[in-house]
Structures are given as C-alpha cells and as structure tokens.
C-alpha cells in the first residue's frame, strides 16, 4: 500500500483536531451498514465523490467514525493518522479517492467488528438465483475484471464489487452492501465493451477511476443490499501453474488469505485481537461453502468460462 498507518492515542487524536479544524468547510455524514461515519474535509471534490458514493444519513445522528481528509504542506503525502478509540482517522495528504472510501469502509468495519460481530470482506459479492459468490483477489489478479464480465449476464445481480460485510446466523453467511454507486476504473470498457455507455457518462480523475451509478448499465432491479454466500472465488494470476481451477479444502484457503493479509491492505488495526477475529470468521465462511482458486493467466474471456464452469458446476 502506497499510504502508511499510524496508530495515535485519543490525546494526540484531539490535538489534531484542533489542529486541522480551519480546514474543514465540509461536514457528511453518510451510513455504512449501520455505522454513521463523519467525512470532515475542505475539498469539495472529496465532498461530491463522497456524496456520490454513500448513502446518507440523519445529520442528528451522533457519529460511530470520523474521517479529516486534509491537507498540510509540513508534512509527507498520504499518510493516515488512527486513534482505534474514538475510531478517527486523519488522511493527511491523500489524494487518490479510491483510498478515501476504503478508509471509511475499514472505520465502520473497525467498529463492526469488535462490537456486532459483522466482519470486512476486501471482495466483490455477486448473486446468482438467489445464491452469493464472494471473489477474492490480491492486486492484478483480476478481481474487479471478472467481476464485472460476471455482470454481462442478465442472471446475475451485485451485492458489492470492492467491499462487503459479512457476519454468520447459523449455518449461513449472509453477505451486505454498504455502497450507493461504484468506484470503477475508465479501461472498464476495453476490456467489456458492454460498459462503454457506462463509461461515456462518467466523470473520471486523473487515475482514470470515478463513482458511477451501475443502474444506468445493468438496470436498478440488478442490485441488491444482501444475499447468502454459496460459494468463494479465490482468484490469482500464476503463470508458472499450470492449473488454471482447483477446489481447495478449508485449511488451505484459510492459509492462503492468512498469509495474504486477507487480501485487504486497508486494514487500520492489526495485531493478534483483530487476527483472532478475522481467521475466525474466514474459518467459518470456508467450513460452510466451497472455496476454489482460478488461474487468471489466460484472456479475460477464456477465464470467464473457466469461472463459469466452476460456477455451474457447483449448481449456483
């Protein structure tokens, strides 16, 4: 991750505050699953994407997260400041927005959680007939492109395509959204020309991503804010592995995700509490569905049909 985390005691939390309070023209509070999160800042480009990006929620309503996005010329880009007990963040000199949304998405899952027992998913959560796929990638590996290739099918609905929450009732794990509009890369449509309306329409920044609304693409109907997970997707990109799908027994998915940092690089706290936590939940999630691993090595087509085998193959 190009940004670095500190953790800061409430003490230095509030001196911050102090410190960065002139800045801040622009006061949002939005809902993340639940959790209302304050986004503080003087940029207005920051505000609207934001705006765009979540829900809103009663400005009466007292905060769970606090995210300062701001500015200061004595000290270094992107760093990211965290007191873990009032749970605010500082994002002094951030500006890539992707980084933005994910900080606000991990300070409502950082209260999530310890407190609810409701867990992040750094993964795009589809549905299929009423059944969720959860795919799981690190960096290049192809998440958000086969994630949407799944979307060019009229049977498939999205829950999220970046992040989602999770949490276990039983003996299933239902699986929610959190996000009004998507964050999506321009080169979208390159690689799907079935995006390119889509694309034509949006405003994008100068790292060729912005906030759209999927509905103008795929239909309002085609989004949904829950489903039951039915079955992980664990993507990479291996050309030394000649084996382009494998299902893989829990304790092996398990280590994988483990040894990948959950394949989420927005985590704010770490340390052996949160690992608990969170190996717990992933230990659970793979004890009640099946996990496979694809290969992402050849064409994007060629790799959708090896997805979509696996997919139908398993009856989802």
């Known amino acids: 991750m190009a940004y670095s985390?500190?953790?800061i005691s409430i003490e230095e939390k509030a001196a911050l505050a102090e410190k960065y309070s002139p800045q801040v023209k622009y006061e949002v509070k939005s809902e993340i699953y639940g959790c209302c999160v304050k986004l503080l800042t003087g940029s207005a480009e920051v505000k609207d994407r934001w705006e765009e990006n979540f829900y809103f929620i009663?400005?009466?309503?007292?905060s769970h997260a606090r995210l300062y996005v701001v500015e200061d010329p004595n000290e270094w880009d992107d760093q990211v400041l965290y007191d873990p007990q009032s749970k605010t963040a500082f994002l002094v000199n951030v500006g890539y927005y992707g980084w933005i949304k994910?900080?606000?998405l991990s300070a409502a899952g950082d209260v999530l959680e310890d407190e609810h027992g409701i867990y992040s998913v750094h993964g795009a959560c589809l549905d299929l007939r009423g059944r969720g796929l959860c795919i799981l990638g690190g960096s290049g590996a192809g998440k958000t492109t086969h994630t949407y290739g799944l979307l060019r099918r009229s049977e498939t609905r999205v829950v999220s395509d970046d992040w989602f929450y999770a949490r276990i009732y039983g003996d299933d794990v239902l699986a929610y959204g959190s996000e009004k509009n998507f964050y999506i890369r321009a080169e979208l449509s390159e690689i799907w020309k079935e995006f390119s309306g889509l694309i034509d329409h949006a405003l994008f920044d100068e790292e060729g991503r912005g906030v759209v609304d999927l509905r103008l693409a795929i239909g309002k109907g085609r989004i949904l804010p829950l489903t039951t997970l039915g079955m992980v997707i664990i993507l990479k990109r291996d050309p030394e592995d000649e084996k382009v799908t494998r299902r893989l027994e829990a304790a092996e998915?398990?280590?994988i995700l483990e040894e990948n940092g959950y394949y989420n690089p927005h985590l704010l706290v770490k340390g052996e509490f949160?690992?608990?936590l969170r190996s717990g939940f992933f230990e659970a999630l793979f004890s009640r569905v099946p996990v496979f691993l694809v290969n992402t090595v050849r064409t994007p087509e060629e790799s959708q049909g090896?997805?979509?085998?696996?997919i139908s193959e398993e009856g989802l």
């Open 58 to 62: 009663s400005q009466n309503i007292r």
């Open 306 to 310: 090896e997805i979509w085998k696996v």
């Open 274 to 276: 949160k690992r608990g």
């Open 253 to 255: 998915a398990l280590r």
């Open 5 to 7: 985390v500190k953790l």
């Open 102 to 104: 994910s900080l606000a």
